[in-house]
């Protein structure tokens, strides 16, 4: 018996009581669904890739390791309403809003450090119509709602401290063309807002003024099908995904908030575009073909003068059977997220994981597609947040 129960020293006893406080760590963990306490540190960052589903109820939340891979977090996909189109992140990654337009709607969530969703009191506004749009102010303190109708139109909330939602008291305007499906976009500075009309084929400009108040500034006829705008950075350019011309739309912006079309516009895609996105040193433009010769993602070069040229090898295939609508960019610039409008692989839409060289040029990581467990995913509906840190 003695061999089975020595005696215990000093450091025996210490080891023994740091084993148990690890293992009662690691049992809280896993009962709570949170990742090792180190890496939920108060004040250390942590990276979500969100995904809000179209055709089921919620949205999908996957952790974004440090080298890159996505895991699903406990408790995902976090119900919302029925029939998202659209989804808008806040600045610091804090707080996420979706348009919902079976129970029309927009509701507002706290995305917590451990990747959870919390719904915001006060942030749930029921609308007339079907809001299809819900886009933040680069500064997080409005909030854009576009709503289809013959004509649509586009109202404004003030964004709380807390979150919640208040109206401005300002006008609603007007969304001319054949808006019943609009999505939108917010000028990088903020000075101006963008509506695109997927049935209208048209593109509408607002000068956002002090306190939320939107001042029509023109609509122009674009591509047919437009989705998506697309800034660059600076707030240069701006690109439109327009769907039925398997092509992309491109604009100059002017110092007045103009638009002019630029060189070599529409610029050919290879497949039908979702939404597009760019790089945060404003050099490359990639967006994902759901439909074409084999699905892939389209890659470009952005010039000086904004025109696109292809990168080299693109179009990248997509693995069969999926259906790339939605991308996102790791700011560690070496990895790209795809996310399928639909897929054949699995029930719910996958998201891949994809490999940016010094070229810009894409290859398949050898990660394995990660179920989102949405739905469906259609429009402007997938984001990466980064909570607690830049």
Same mark, same amino acid.
């Given at each position: 018996?003695?061999?089975?129960? %020595?005696?215990?020293?000093?450091?025996?006893? /210490?080891?023994?009581?740091?084993?148990?406080?690890?293992?009662?760590?690691?049992?809280?963990?896993?009962?709570?669904?949170?990742? %090792?306490?180190?890496?939920?540190?108060?004040?250390?960052?942590?990276?979500?890739?969100?995904?809000?589903?179209?055709?089921?109820?919620?949205?999908s939340?996957?952790?974004?390791?440090?080298?890159?891979?996505?895991?699903?977090?406990?408790?995902?996909?976090?119900?919302?309403g029925?029939?998202?189109?659209s989804?808008?992140?806040? %600045?610091?990654?804090?707080?996420?809003?979706?348009?919902?337009?079976?129970?029309?709607?927009?509701?507002?969530?706290?995305?917590?450090?451990?990747?959870?969703?919390?719904?915001?009191?006060? /942030?749930?506004?029921?609308?007339s119509?079907? @809001?299809?749009?819900?886009?933040?102010?680069?500064?997080?303190?409005?909030?854009?709602?576009?709503?289809?109708g013959?004509?649509?139109?586009?109202?404004?909330?003030?964004?709380? +401290?807390?979150?919640?939602?208040?109206?401005t008291?300002?006008?609603?305007?007007?969304?001319?063309?054949?808006?019943?499906?609009?999505?939108?976009?917010?000028?990088?500075?903020?000075?101006?807002?963008?509506?695109?009309?997927?049935l209208?084929t048209?593109?509408?400009?607002?000068?956002?003024?002090?306190?939320?108040?939107?001042?029509? &500034?023109?609509?122009?006829?674009?591509?047919?099908? @437009?989705? +998506?705008?697309?800034?660059?950075? *600076?707030? &240069?350019?701006?690109?439109?995904?327009?769907?039925?011309?398997?092509?992309?739309?491109?604009?100059?912006? =002017?110092?007045?908030?103009?638009?002019?079309?630029?060189?070599?516009?529409?610029?050919?895609?290879?497949?039908?575009?979702?939404?597009?996105?760019?790089?945060?040193?404003?050099?490359?433009?990639?967006?994902?073909?759901?439909?074409?010769?084999?699905?892939?993602?389209?890659?470009?070069?952005?010039?000086?003068?904004?025109?696109?040229?292809?990168?080299?090898?693109?179009?990248?295939?997509?693995?069969?059977?999926?259906l790339?609508?939605s991308?996102?960019?790791? @700011? *560690?610039?070496?990895?790209?997220?795809?996310?399928?409008? /639909?897929?054949? =692989?699995?029930?719910?839409?996958?998201?891949?994981?994809?490999?940016?060289?010094?070229d810009?040029?894409?290859?398949?990581?050898?990660?394995?597609?990660?179920?989102?467990? +949405?739905?469906?995913?259609?429009?402007?509906v997938?984001?990466l +947040?980064?909570?607690?840190? %830049?």
């Amino acid at each position: 018996m003695s061999r089975l129960a %020595p005696q215990r020293t000093p450091l025996s006893t /210490a080891r023994v009581a740091a084993g148990l406080t690890v293992a009662l760590g690691i049992v809280l963990a896993l009962i709570m669904g949170q990742q %090792p306490m180190a890496s939920s540190a108060p004040g250390s960052t942590h990276r979500f890739l969100l995904t809000a589903a179209t055709g089921s109820m919620g949205i999908s939340v996957l952790r974004v390791s440090d080298s890159g891979g996505l895991a699903p977090v406990a408790g995902t996909p976090f119900r919302t309403g029925f029939g998202v189109l659209s989804l808008t992140v806040s %600045p610091d990654g804090s707080t996420v809003y979706v348009p919902h337009i079976v129970e029309p709607a927009v509701s507002g969530y706290r995305l917590d450090r451990f990747g959870r969703l919390h719904e915001i009191p006060g /942030a749930r506004l029921n609308f007339s119509g079907l @809001p299809t749009a819900a886009q933040l102010a680069p500064d997080g303190k409005h909030l854009y709602v576009v709503v289809g109708g013959l004509p649509g139109r586009v109202e404004s909330f003030a964004v709380t +401290a807390s979150g919640a939602l208040r109206p401005t008291g300002m006008p609603a305007v007007r969304v001319d063309g054949l808006s019943v499906v609009g999505q939108a976009a917010v000028d990088p500075d903020g000075r101006f807002l963008r509506v695109v009309t997927y049935l209208g084929t048209t593109l509408s400009s607002y000068a956002i003024g002090p306190g939320g108040r939107l001042t029509p &500034r023109g609509v122009m006829s674009i591509g047919l099908g @437009p989705v +998506a705008p697309a800034f660059t950075p *600076d707030g &240069r350019y701006l690109y439109t995904s327009d769907e039925l011309t398997l092509s992309m739309s491109g604009f100059r912006v =002017r110092r007045d908030g103009g638009l002019t079309r630029l060189p070599g516009s529409p610029f050919v895609t290879g497949g039908i575009p979702h939404g597009a996105i760019v790089t945060p040193d404003g050099r490359r433009l990639y967006v994902p073909n759901a439909i074409g010769v084999g699905t892939s993602i389209a890659g470009f070069d952005v010039h000086a003068d904004g025109r696109l040229t292809p990168l080299p090898h693109s179009p990248y295939p997509m693995p069969l059977g999926s259906l790339p609508g939605s991308l996102a960019l790791n @700011p *560690d610039g070496k990895h790209l997220y795809a996310v399928d409008v /639909a897929t054949v =692989r699995s029930t719910s839409s996958q998201a891949h994981t994809y490999l940016i060289a010094a070229d810009g040029s894409l290859r398949p990581s050898n990660r394995q597609p990660v179920d989102t467990g +949405a739905l469906i995913t259609d429009g402007p509906v997938v984001a990466l +947040a980064t909570v607690g840190g %830049p």
